[in-house]
């Protein structure tokens, strides 16, 4: 079954330091997300990508966050200046364009 | 802004029986819901969806069910299995071009066996 791939895991950081999460999209998908979920709270919405272009993002996906496809098969997430809240657990999804996407099994970023 | 809520943190179940996972929306304009089971460290799997316009889906052992005049949705699981045990997460999606999802905030399922 197809699958949305994140790389890494689990990725420490320094506080101040950029980090770039990576994700592999399912081939034929179209809309890109991502999500994030700080420990014990809910998923929350970042960002939505289509056509090479963010569709919509929230208030959380303030300027120290980009989001780019740079290659056609890859979707990535930066954040410039890494800050301790923003630990959490990041997830990829895609999707075609219906109500359900599939999400990948996240990246665990720590912020020290 | 909580617009989806799981007011139960969490349940326990016997195996073989019913479980009852809720929640509760505030948006009219949601036109789809979704039920989304997370392991931990793994991402949100989906389960199972339901649109504005019908009031119960069935799949398998689940079932979920909408009252749109309560705002309210549940998902049945019947009978109960051990792997069922996870988190268990509402969502609820904006029509449109984005698709965005709004998530409770989940129910962890324990099922006894």
């Known amino acids: 079954e197809p699958e949305v791939t994140q790389t890494p895991s689990h990725q420490v950081t320094q506080m101040g330091q950029e980090v770039i999460l990576r994700c592999v999209p399912i081939?034929?998908?179209?809309?890109f997300y991502w999500y994030r979920q700080i420990l014990g709270q809910k998923v929350e919405f970042l960002v939505s990508f289509y056509n090479n272009e963010i569709s919509e993002k929230s208030e959380i996906f303030d300027d120290q966050f980009s989001v780019e496809r740079p290659d056609g098969s890859n979707f990535t997430l930066k954040i410039r200046s890494t800050k301790l809240e923003d630990s959490a657990m990041y997830f990829c999804a895609s999707g075609t364009g219906s109500y359900g996407y599939t999400f990948g099994s996240g990246t665990r970023l720590t912020v020290v | 802004d909580q617009q989806v809520k799981q007011n139960s943190p969490s349940l326990s179940v016997q195996e073989g029986r019913i479980s009852i996972l809720n929640c509760d929306y505030t948006?009219?304009?949601?036109?789809?819901f979704l039920w989304y089971k997370k392991y931990p460290a793994e991402g949100p799997t989906f389960l199972i969806s339901i649109s504005s316009i019908k009031d119960k889906n069935e799949d398998g052992r689940f079932t979920v069910f909408l009252n749109k005049s309560a705002k309210h949705l549940s998902l049945h699981i019947v009978p109960s299995q051990p792997g069922d045990s996870a988190v268990y997460f509402c969502a609820a999606r904006y029509g449109g071009a984005t698709n965005k999802l709004i998530f409770g905030t989940g129910t962890l399922l324990a099922v006894q066996p």
């Open positions: 081939s034929n998908h179209l809309y």
């Open positions: 948006n009219s304009m949601f036109d789809y």
